[in-house]
């Protein structure tokens, strides 16, 4: 995640008190190993600097209620077919947001037969668009 980005979000979630608790280096192995699969590098830079924060949507990360790790294995049990993917968000609405191996932002439409709509090529990209900061 650009530098610039990370700087801007940390000036908005500083001077809103929405930092949460910025994951570790073994909390991420341990939550990939978990999940089998490897976090993109844009969801480890937000976690390990923000934890759970707001960036145009809640960005789940791996503490406190629905995490990222408690929230995938949920929408895996009922759809197995999401397995390389993991779960940072929902819209409101119960569609869970997700990240899959290619660092895409894709919403999962759980009601429309399962239809995946790719949001964005990147957790960086997807804040761009949807932070209403800028």
Not at 15 to 37: F, W
Not at 62 to 67: I, K, P
Not at 101 to 123: N, R
Request: proline share 3%; charged share 30%; with cysteine.
């Amino acid at each position: 995640m650009k530098k610039e980005l990370i700087e801007r979000l940390r000036i908005f979630l500083t001077s809103h008190n929405m930092i949460g608790k910025p994951a570790s280096d073994e909390q991420i192995a341990s939550a990939e190993k978990i999940l089998g699969v490897k976090f993109s590098t844009d969801y480890i830079d937000f976690i390990k600097n923000f934890g759970k924060a707001y960036a145009g949507m809640m960005i789940n990360a791996l503490d406190g209620n629905e995490n990222v790790v408690d929230c995938t294995k949920s929408l895996r049990e009922e759809h197995p077919e999401v397995k390389d993917t993991y779960v940072i968000s929902d819209d409101g609405s119960g569609n869970p947001i997700m990240i899959n191996t290619k660092g895409e932002v894709q919403i999962y439409y759980h009601d429309s037969d399962a239809e995946i709509e790719t949001l964005a090529s990147s957790l960086e990209q997807f804040i761009e668009n949807n932070f209403p900061e800028w």
